[in-house]
């Protein structure tokens, strides 16, 4: 199925998908039996999903997910660093939903407790992001999500006009998560507690994201729930297999 969506979500999600997996070494990972690709329905229409997954030596579990139909393309993005890299986790969603409006959401989310280190780890991707000119706002921020973002996430709504600067300001995150990850030194001490928090990352999306709700709505329900416990946003101890 290719989309006829103007904002090429799914061709800048395979970018990234692609730059990530060259600049950090990732090598792709199996996912469970049926649910790497699926076909649905979405306003009378057919959709597909297809996910691709990877791991490597800084991140434990690195999925690209691209949902396609007509006038309908979302990518998804999640990048879980390994337990004993305590950086942030890579996460995205980029939402196009007929031809007149896009949505981009990215951030790097801190695991990190709130202090000196944190704000130091964070500094590069404050400063990618202040040399970028300013986007309308994506709306009200759900409770859940602003839990999870930190002062520099990436939340907008854009016109095909205005998509060159979201998706410029978009592309600094995978940046910054780079440039973290190559400087990254093994620190185990910390990795309870990111375990920890990325478990409760991925758990937050499974039980309050209600975009998420689409995939049972175009992929039926039994499908939808697995996929997203097992592939979407799974919790450390099926990470761990």
């Not at 986790?89 to 939903?97: E, Q, T, W």
């Not at 991925?202 to 209600?210: E, F, I, P, V, Y």
Request: glycine share 8%.
């Amino acid at each position: 199925m290719t989309s006829s969506s103007p904002f090429a979500f799914a061709a800048l999600t395979a970018d990234t998908e692609a730059y990530l997996a060259r600049e950090l070494g990732l090598e792709p990972l199996a996912l469970p039996v049926g649910l790497g690709r699926a076909e649905g329905e979405w306003r009378g229409a057919s959709a597909t999903i297809e996910t691709r997954a990877y791991r490597g030596r800084v991140i434990r579990y690195a999925r690209f997910a691209v949902v396609s139909g007509p006038d309908l393309e979302i990518g998804n993005i999640l990048c879980l660093p390994a337990p004993e890299h305590p950086l942030p986790i890579l996460g995205a969603d980029l939402v196009a939903l007929g031809r007149e409006t896009g949505m981009l959401a990215a951030d790097l989310s801190p695991v990190l407790p709130a202090g000196a280190e944190r704000a130091a780890q964070l500094a590069p991707l404050a400063a990618r992001r202040a040399r970028q000119p300013p986007l309308p706002p994506g709306g009200r921020l759900p409770a859940w999500c602003a839990a999870w973002f930190s002062p520099h996430a990436l939340y907008t709504r854009v016109d095909a006009v205005g998509l060159g600067n979201a998706v410029a300001a978009f592309q600094e995150f995978p940046r910054a998560f780079v440039a973290l990850a190559r400087r990254s030194r093994p620190r185990p001490a910390l990795a309870r507690e990111i375990v920890y928090a990325q478990d409760g990352y991925a758990a937050a999306h499974r039980t309050d994201d209600k975009g998420l709700r689409l995939l049972a709505t175009m992929f039926g329900t039994a499908w939808a729930e697995r996929y997203l416990r097992e592939v979407l946003f799974p919790p450390g101890e099926a990470l761990s297999c």
